[in-house]
């Protein structure tokens, strides 16, 4: 009786019924209203588009599956419009040859690493409707260094990063840099805790900063030497999550749900920031991947996180512009 229970549930869990009945059950799991009947119609076209995409990719068995998630009812054009890209003038900075200086050639690295096991990640965080990952890859680099640093984990303010560091070239909910929001930071002397200085989703140009609210600083930053997965891997093993910008623009992203996410056409067109926490190599598919948190929430992905390809040709450009701070 069991084993013949388990089997249906499999099955079961396999199937993308690809109905406008699972898009209205759909609709009622995630809370979606539509402003009228015209625009509820046009959601169900796309949402049963994306249905059949996913079902087709999970067909593919190539190690990663895929769901109907939040982002189900937007088409590919709109979810692209949520990321922010990276623009040109911030990844023409040289950067530090950091793990060079860093790591002698007979420092041996494990063969994995993930620094939520070591109290050092905060739960999974929700950016919403803003353009402000780059906000998120700053406090989670900047909680993992301080809790590392002093044994206790804090959960910092991305708000005070959008409200205040407009002069340092970032743009609210228009996207911006974690490079630039550390030194923000190291100039402002301080960052506040989450619960004194909440988030909104709204950007702002009034800085309500409090010194008196302060939960970390950085007192320095630095970069991974570029374009190289070991050197990443290396500074992962040794020193802490790392703030990394990556290319989130394809559609399977948009719905990756477990697994190896492993996509040869993702370029190193950045215009993402998230943040690695660890990496490994998976059981089932013998890849290498890098385990990364993102900023949608833990419905997204794999409880909020992602496993992406390690060792594959700086896949979606995760080793492209690695940095991280000290606290
Ligand atoms: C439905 O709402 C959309 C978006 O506000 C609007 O453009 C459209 O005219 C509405 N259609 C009807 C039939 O009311």
Redesign the pocket.
Known sequence: MLPLLLLSLVALSNCYEVSVDHFQQWAFDHGKTY?????RAIRTLVWLDNAQFVKDKNAENNGATFKLNQYADLTHEEYKALLSPISDDAITRAPEDMIAMALPPWVNIPDSKDWREENAVTPVKNQGACGSCYSFSTTGALEGACAIKTGKLQSFSEQQIMDCSWQYGNNGCNGGMFDRAFYYIQQQGGIDSEAAYAYTAKESHTCKYDPKSKAGQVTGFYYVKQEDENALQAVLALKGPVAIAINAGLRSFQFYSSGVYDDPTCDATLNHGVLAVGYGTDKDSGKDYFLVKNSWGPDWGLGGYIKMRRNSNNQCGIATYPSIPDC
Request: aromatic share 0%; no cysteine; glycine share 0%.
């Open positions: 402003e009228n009947e015209s625009v």
